[in-house]
């Protein structure tokens, strides 16, 4: 009762280091999971017209990169063409978690350093390609303001069915807030353990003052009951 925002689904908690965790033919139950906040985030209004989703949480540690990898997988295996833009520019974690090399990368491409070629990777994962960060800049936010950001948004919609963007936590600064008019619907992920009380407030703040396009919730991270 904390909140009115649409709750989308829950991921357990994942036993295995490796970041993926649903793939062709997977139907373990966090592979379920991910198909299952795949459909609800459908009914929420993403669709190969309103694409684009952000994802985006408190602080870091909530575990946002694995939901956009995974759910970025999960769009795959309906067919589509996916990007994941890694644009989590002060920690970017994507390319590490997927193995692809991070530069040239979106900054380079902004500030006319890299062609839009350049900066598609494409994975082992038929039509998932990562979008990487690129260098890092000291300015993030300022890059996201650029002519050359809008181009560039404008180029991958174009180009693919689904566009994932995970990007910075909303605590610390204001990437997010700045990519919202990008975006069609905004996933915000909640851990049990880790997301302080006090964000949870400024989730419903930032709801009702419709700071962000259809957003909704998902929980990450959560045990499992009893015994498996």
Do not use: W
Not at 165 to 179: E, F, K, N, R
Request: with cysteine.
């Amino acid at each position: 009762g904390k909140t009115r925002i649409p709750f989308t689904g829950e991921i357990m908690q994942a036993g295995n280091k490796n970041p993926i965790v649903i793939l062709e033919g997977k139907r373990t139950v966090i592979a379920e999971q991910f198909r299952a906040l795949r459909t609800n985030l459908g009914y929420i209004g993403l669709n190969e017209v309103h694409k684009t989703l952000l994802v985006t949480s408190s602080i870091s540690g909530e575990g946002k990169s694995f939901i956009a990898i995974n759910l970025a997988i999960s769009l795959t295996l309906t067919g589509k063409k996916v990007a994941l833009m890694e644009l989590d520019l002060r920690k970017p974690k994507i390319s590490k978690l997927m193995e692809v090399i991070r530069e040239p990368g979106i900054s380079n491409y902004i500030v006319g350093k890299a062609s839009f070629e350049d900066i598609i990777r494409p994975t082992s994962i038929t039509n998932l390609y990562i979008i990487p960060a690129g260098i890092i800049p000291p300015n993030p936010t300022e890059l996201i303001g650029k002519p050359g950001f809008q181009d560039l948004m404008d180029n991958i919609k174009k180009e693919f069915d689904f566009v994932i963007i995970d990007t910075a936590p909303i605590g610390p600064v204001t990437d997010a807030l700045l990519l919202d008019k990008f975006c069609d619907v905004t996933l915000y992920v909640i851990r049990h353990d880790r997301t302080p009380k006090v964000f949870l407030r400024m989730i419903n703040e930032l709801n009702e003052a419709k700071k962000f396009n259809n957003m909704c919730i998902v929980f990450n991270g959560v045990k499992k009951r009893g015994i498996n």
